[in-house]
T-cell receptor, first 113, second 112 residues
């Protein structure tokens, strides 16, 4: 079946540190991959996405590259800010659309000043 | 102007009661969803409607009944509430094919 595994949190970093949140997936066919972010007290919002192998999604300084050979979509940011504190969800869509979007368990990031 | 809005934002009630959560989206999307997020932030899809028609119905107790009076609204009614129903319920909508979900702010349900 389709599944997403992301690193367990919580992750605590100091401002300007480098961030990596690992995400690997299992899927049949050619899924689309997503990172969603949930700020405290809010709903999830799309951070970035990639629809095919070797695509790189990027937004707000965050990047993730769709790696088919390692079935991974790791999230990275070179220099985190306090305002990046949130829960980050990796997700996949088996058919590329929103139907049955499969989410990982979420990774809570706290950035300290 | 909020794109996906849910009411109420907070709901505290006793076991055995019946309650409803309402959702409205003004984005013109055909597809709407209900997700449940537990205390560990795990997010699970419950239902999906496309243009008022049920298309996804995950393994959810039949105490939960969604209703879509039109494609801009998807309400969730829960009968005979149980302690385990305590969670944050998120409504979402999506345009076709894009894979992007637009979430509401969530409705935190606490069952005592």
């Amino acid at each position: 079946g389709n599944s997403v595994t992301q690193m367990e949190g919580p992750v605590t970093l100091s401002e300007e540190a480098f961030l990596t949140i690992n995400c690997t997936y299992t899927a049949t066919g050619y899924p689309s991959l997503f990172w969603y972010v949930q700020y405290p007290g809010e709903g999830l919002q799309l951070l970035l996405k990639a629809t095919k192998a070797d695509d790189k999604g990027s937004n707000k300084g965050f990047e993730a590259t769709y790696r088919k050979e390692t079935t991974s979509f790791h999230l990275e940011k070179g220099s985190v800010q306090v305002s990046d504190s949130a829960v980050y969800f990796c997700a996949l869509s088996p058919q590329g659309g929103s139907e049955k979007l499969v989410f990982g368990k979420g990774t809570k990031l706290t950035v300290n000043p | 102007d909020t794109a996906v809005s849910q009411t109420p934002k907070y709901l505290v009630t006793q076991m055995g009661n019946d309650k409803s959560i309402k959702c409205e989206q003004n984005l013109g999307h055909d597809t709407m969803y209900w997700y449940k997020q537990d205390s560990k932030k795990f997010l699970k899809i419950m239902f999906s409607y496309n243009n008022k028609e049920l298309i996804i119905n995950e393994t959810v107790p039949n105490r939960f009944s969604p209703k879509s009076p039109d494609k801009a609204h998807l309400n969730l009614h829960i009968n005979s509430l149980e302690l385990g129903d305590s969670a944050v319920y998120f409504c979402a909508s999506s345009p076709p094919i894009s894979g992007e979900l637009f979430f509401g702010e969530g409705s935190r349900l606490t069952v005592l």
